[in-house]
Structure formats: C-alpha cells, structure tokens
C-alpha cells in the first residue's frame, strides 16, 4: 500500500484514517524514514507549522537552499551518482 498515502492506507488496512501515523511509519515515508534512508539531505522545520509564519519558512528553505545548491554544482559526477538506481533490499 506504499502508493497510497498513508491515511488511505489506513483507511484500507485499519477501515479508519486514524492509524495513519502507523502506516507512515511502516511505509517509511516521514521526513525522519527519508533522510535515516538517504533520500533527502535535510529537513526543513515547519514550526509549527508553515502556513503560520510564511515568510520565516521561505527563510529557512532559502537557507538549506544557499547552503546545499554550490555541491551539487561542484560535483556534477557525484549528482549522477545520487539519482543511480539502487538495488532494491
């Protein structure tokens, strides 16, 4: 059910989206699961949450941008690398 997100896994699994915290964790698709994985860099902080303070989130991910954007560029070789298919566990 990874497709899914997780509340409609849920929904499937549990017949309510109230398990949905559970399913994400089993589906390994938190901000946690994806950078313990590999997948993302970083994390950028919603505080609590995005919508209530725009303009410090947009800060904050112009930050990690500033900061992540120049390797990626020095190292066009390592990118490449990054995006290889992995084989599957």
Request: aromatic share 2%; with cysteine.
């Amino acid at each position: 059910l990874a497709p899914l997100p997780p509340e409609g896994a849920s929904g499937i699994v549990h017949r309510t989206p109230d398990r949905a915290p559970e399913l994400a964790a089993a589906q390994r698709v938190r901000a946690v699961d994806l950078r313990a994985d590999g997948i993302v860099d970083a994390i950028i902080p919603e505080e609590p949450d995005a919508a209530d303070e725009p303009e410090a989130f947009c800060a904050r991910v112009a930050a990690v941008l500033a900061a992540e954007l120049p390797a990626l560029r020095a190292d066009p070789a390592g990118r490449s690398r990054r995006y290889a298919r992995r084989p599957a566990d």
